[in-house]
């Protein structure tokens, strides 16, 4: 059996259709998995990129706010918790400056925008964050900015940021979380 097989690849035939045929389905087999695993592993890197790039805006205002907050005289926010207005009043003159989750669509994702003033939005805003949104894991809801006030100390903000860059799978959620003092206001 060995040797009819040696001989008759000794000869130079060539394939006949059907071993052809056989072959290029092999081959086009083998191609289209190795394309899906490729296509799979560039979503998988552009969704980590998304997310790692959502997460360092998030960290990045979070920053800025804790500057803002440590430095106000007071805090304002509202009863949904998705603004807080900070209040500047220390040494005569008086400003105002407001950190608000907001969107064009009034859902998630939102953007963290700051705007000097005691009002904010998406449209007049300077956005610091993006992919921001109210729910946890579970689908809880989760406040933005919550007031903490503890007697004998300085009042303190709670702030909780989720941050999701695709709100169809919250498997890549990421919540950061501080509570900030405002240092500048008088103790409770």
Request: aromatic share 12%.
């Given at each position: 059996m060995a040797s009819r097989i040696r001989a008759r690849l000794a000869r130079e035939e060539g394939f006949t259709l059907i071993e052809l045929v056989t072959t290029m389905a092999i081959l086009g087999f083998v191609l289209s998995g190795i394309i899906a695993v490729s296509v799979s592993g560039l979503h998988a890197q552009t969704d980590m990129n998304l997310r790692f790039q959502a997460q360092q805006n998030a960290r990045v205002a979070l920053t800025g706010m804790r500057n803002d907050i440590r430095t106000a005289c007071q805090e304002s926010v509202p009863a949904d918790g998705m603004s807080v207005t900070l209040t500047y009043a220390c040494g005569g003159t008086t400003s105002q400056?407001?950190?608000?989750?907001?969107?064009?669509?009034?859902?998630?994702?939102?953007g963290l925008y700051r705007q000097a003033g005691a009002v904010c939005s998406y449209s007049t805003g300077v956005q610091r964050a993006d992919q921001i949104t109210t729910t946890?894991?579970?689908g809880n809801p989760v406040t933005i900015f919550a007031p903490l006030v503890v007697s004998g100390s300085h009042p303190q903000l709670q702030v909780t940021l989720p941050v999701d860059a695709n709100l169809a799978n919250t498997q890549g959620l990421y919540t950061l979380t501080d509570t900030m003092t405002l240092r500048n206001a008088a103790v409770s």
């Open positions: 400056v407001t950190w608000c989750a907001s969107s064009s669509s009034g859902s998630a994702p939102y946890d894991k579970s």
